[in-house]
């Protein structure tokens, strides 16, 4: 079975100050990593896909990485409006049935003060 | 281009009663998926159309969720009749093709 973790579970930042979310997986066959943010209320907002080992995305402040295990995403001097849920999801390209379907982690609440 | 819609926003609904649920995606979208949040819980699938017809329900909870798209279109989701383990958020989402798809708002489902 597919499987996301994401940590931390929260962060807090300072503004201007970097750091960077994890997400390990567990997939039979990737087909694609996915980043999405989330504000309070609204649904997932679509950020990077990745789809191999190496690959890496940016836009503006991200930017996103991947290895066989594990994806990275990078806020490079944050501001407070990067504030959001951001989730991690993985699509099997092995899975039965639709392997269009997204295999989300819980997400990492991140919180940027000014 | 206008995104994925939902409606309604919220529902607050008694246990045993039916409520549906409706997704209009983006224009042109032959796939639509339907999600649910549960509260501390990550998102999970609960299933794929591809057009009018269903790729894969596989996640759907049990006999009581009922999931139609009508000429490929629109879709629905109901629950007949609800339970309290329903309460929930339930994104829809479209996409073009196995890219990321674009989600909905959500409706946030209260059962009482």
């Known amino acids: 079975e597919d499987q996301v973790t994401q940590s931390p579970e929260a962060l807090r930042l300072q503004e201007g100050e970097s750091s960077s979310l994890n997400c390990s997986y567990t997939?039979?066959?990737?087909?694609?990593l996915f980043w999405y943010r989330q504000d309070p209320g609204k649904g997932p907002e679509f950020l990077f896909t990745?789809?191999?080992a190496g690959e890496e995305k940016e836009k503006e402040r991200l930017k996103a990485t991947l290895t066989k295990k594990e994806s990275f995403l990078h806020i490079t001097a944050p501001k407070p409006e990067d504030s959001a849920t951001y989730l991690c999801?993985?699509?099997?390209?092995?899975?039965?049935?639709?392997?269009?379907?997204?295999?989300f982690g819980k997400g990492t609440l991140l919180t940027v003060n000014p | 281009e206008a995104g994925v819609t939902q409606f309604p926003s919220h529902s607050v609904i008694e246990k045993g009663q039916t409520v549906t649920l409706r997704c209009d995606p983006i224009?042109?979208?032959?796939?639509l998926y339907w999600y649910r949040r549960v509260m501390g819980k990550e998102i999970k699938f609960l299933l794929h159309f591809v057009k009018e017809s269903k790729q894969d329900e596989s996640g759907m909870p049990n006999n009581r969720f009922l999931a139609e798209r009508t000429g490929g279109t629109y879709s629905t989701l109901k629950v007949q009749p609800a339970e309290l383990e329903d309460s929930g958020v339930y994104f829809c989402?479209?996409?073009?093709?196995?890219?990321?798809?674009?989600f909905g708002p959500g409706t946030r489902l209260l059962v009482l």
């Open positions: 997939v039979s066959g990737l087909r694609g």
């Open positions: 224009s042109g979208h032959d796939n």
């Open positions: 990745l789809y191999s």
């Open positions: 999801a993985v699509q099997d390209g092995n899975s039965g049935g639709s392997n269009y379907k997204l295999t």
């Open positions: 989402a479209s996409s073009q093709d196995y890219g990321g798809p674009n």
